[in-house]
């Protein structure tokens, strides 16, 4: 299997996530479950990667998963649905420099960081 950054199929794979629709299902089940309310924000939020994850930080100190072919996320711990994720147009290569790196503590992007000091930091330690 290709390796990827995870995202919500990944990361979610063991819960039935297969696109956008069963990652909503899955997440209000959960909310439901869990007694929470699921409240939609159409704000704008922006994705980065950490230890080779696309996450979305949440206001209640959250955070969770997306992907660039999904652009939104669900946060499990309140509840709320982001359907307003913003990624860099330079996502893929992005990818594919942080997939070089060996161990996935090191496959970290923040906002605003190129491809360039993504590449000048190399693939090692
Ligand atoms: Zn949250």
Redesign the pocket.
Known sequence: MMEKIVGPIEGHAHAGVTDVESYRDVHMRAARAAGKDVLEVDSDVYAYVNHGRWVVD?????A?LTSPEFKMTC?F????VYTSVVFPGDSAKIEKVLLAREEKERRNWMRGESVATLQAEGVGS
């Open positions: 949440c206001v209640c100190n959250g969770g946060c711990d309140c509840g709320r």
